[in-house]
């Protein structure tokens, strides 16, 4: 069974931290990774994808992928009251089928 | 640009009824999905298309049946709804191995 693990939080952060949201793979032959912030009663949200190992970065974010731990991870600088919300991991096989953690509900305090 | 839109957006049915959720993109995605999403589970599969004539089960397809319409188009139906379908129900589509986009969502209550 291919599994994806994401601690559910709550994580609180104060506002202008960085929030560090992690997320572990169980399928070696993972290709693809992606990070979804889903707000309340919304739909999921692209907001980062990265394919290699190493660091990604966009604006705020930042993706951190390490293939041999079997670890993605995303960094949100200078977080925000906006920035609170559910974020979901969704990792992708050989086949392209994406498998999607529970999420980490993320609470930005001002 | 509508994206993926679909429909209802709220629906409550008797235990045993039936009904067709819709689902339609305008991105010219081969692949189509179907997603249930409860509390504390993150997303499952239900069922997915990855081109136009073909379907595919996903980890929890009990209780469901699909119909890819077109290209365009991808129906998810539960033939005699039970409590346990009380979900939040996602559409989405996509190029393989690319970015998702999801419809609106549907509310689903069993009773």
């Known amino acids: 069974q291919k599994e994806v693990e994401q601690n559910s939080g709550p994580l609180s952060v104060p506002e202008g931290a960085i929030a560090s949201l992690n997320c572990t793979y169980s399928?070696?032959?993972?290709?693809?990774f992606f990070w979804y912030r889903q707000y309340s009663g919304k739909s999921p949200e692209l907001i980062m994808f990265i394919y290699s190992n190493g660091d990604k970065e966009d604006g705020r974010f930042t993706a951190q992928l390490n293939k041999a731990s079997q670890y993605v991870s995303l960094l949100i600088r200078d977080s925000q009251p906006s920035d609170s919300a559910t974020y979901l991991c969704a990792v992708g096989g050989s086949n392209y089928q994406l498998i999607w953690g529970a999420g980490t509900k993320l609470i930005i305090k001002p | 640009n509508a994206g993926v839109t679909q429909t209802p957006k709220f629906q409550v049915l008797k235990t045993g009824q039936s009904m067709t959720l819709q689902c339609a993109q305008d991105m010219n995605h081969n692949s189509m999905y179907w997603y249930r999403q409860d509390p504390g589970m993150g997303l499952r599969l239900i069922y997915y298309?990855?081109?136009?004539?073909?379907?595919d089960k996903g980890e929890v397809p009990n209780g469901y049946n699909v119909s890819r319409l077109n290209k365009r188009e991808f129906s998810l139906r539960l033939e005699s709804a039970a409590p346990s379908q009380t979900s939040v129900y996602f559409c989405?589509?996509?190029?393989?191995?690319?970015?998702?986009?999801f419809g609106q969502g549907t509310r689903l209550t069993v009773v």
């Open positions: 298309s990855a081109s136009e004539g073909t379907t």
């Open positions: 399928d070696r032959g993972s290709q693809s």
């Open positions: 989405a589509s996509d190029t393989l191995g690319g970015e998702a986009f």
